[in-house]
């Protein structure tokens, strides 16, 4: 398992308003590399199962319904302490606590609806990458 790999997805609100350009701007601008990239969508069944450390939360339904409710950007980032620097870069998952500079600051518009999605651990950003893609689009 490598540990300098995060798996990110911009997530349906973002695509939708329009933020693909700037978000994949300051993750370059900020030093992740991409190795792998794609326009996709979740499907309601990847959704529950992404999500599903969170099955028992309220928020949980209202999660699986926007995550699958159009296209998202799924990705695989490269830097040196990629999962740490990279939740950094996105900030608070609620964007009225999210710091000055984060991706989230910029484009999220709730806490539900909060543009970026970070993988939490190396374990999880491994499974998550392999998820969307094959060893040979990981470049
Ligand atoms: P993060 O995405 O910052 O890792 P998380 O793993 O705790 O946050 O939750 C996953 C997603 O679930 C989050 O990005 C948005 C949604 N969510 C979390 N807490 C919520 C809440 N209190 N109300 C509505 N949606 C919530
Ligand atoms: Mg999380």
Same mark, same amino acid.
Do not use: C, W
């Given at each position: 398992?490598?540990? %300098? @790999?995060?798996?990110?997805?911009?997530?349906?609100?973002?695509?939708?308003?329009?933020?693909?350009?700037?978000?994949? %701007?300051?993750?370059? !601008? *900020?030093?992740?590399?991409?190795?792998?990239?794609? =326009?996709?969508? =979740?499907?309601?069944?990847?959704?529950?199962?992404?999500?599903?450390?969170?099955?028992?939360?309220?928020?949980?339904? !209202? =999660?699986? $319904?926007?995550? &699958?409710?159009?296209?998202?950007? /799924?990705?695989?980032?490269?830097?040196? %302490? #990629?999962? !740490?620097?990279? @939740?950094?870069?996105?900030?608070?998952?609620?964007? *009225?606590?999210? #710091?000055?500079?984060?991706?989230?600051? @910029?484009? *999220?518009? &709730?806490?539900? !609806? %909060?543009?970026?999605?970070?993988?939490?651990?190396?374990?999880?950003? $491994? =499974?998550?990458?392999?998820?969307?893609? /094959?060893? @040979?689009?990981?470049?």
């Amino acid at each position: 398992m490598t540990t %300098n @790999r995060t798996f990110t997805m911009i997530k349906p609100d973002a695509v939708q308003n329009g933020h693909i350009g700037g978000i994949i %701007n300051m993750i370059t !601008e *900020a030093g992740f590399k991409i190795i792998s990239m794609k =326009l996709t969508q =979740l499907t309601i069944t990847d959704a529950k199962k992404f999500y599903e450390v969170h099955a028992e939360r309220p928020f949980y339904g !209202e =999660l699986v $319904e926007f995550m &699958s409710r159009g296209p998202i950007v /799924a990705a695989i980032l490269e830097k040196n %302490n #990629a999962v !740490e620097d990279f @939740r950094d870069l996105i900030g608070a998952t609620n964007p *009225a606590d999210a #710091a000055e500079g984060t991706i989230r600051k @910029r484009y *999220a518009t &709730s806490i539900g !609806e %909060n543009a970026v999605h970070g993988s939490d651990s190396n374990e999880n950003a $491994e =499974l998550e990458g392999s998820f969307h893609f /094959a060893g @040979r689009e990981q470049f």
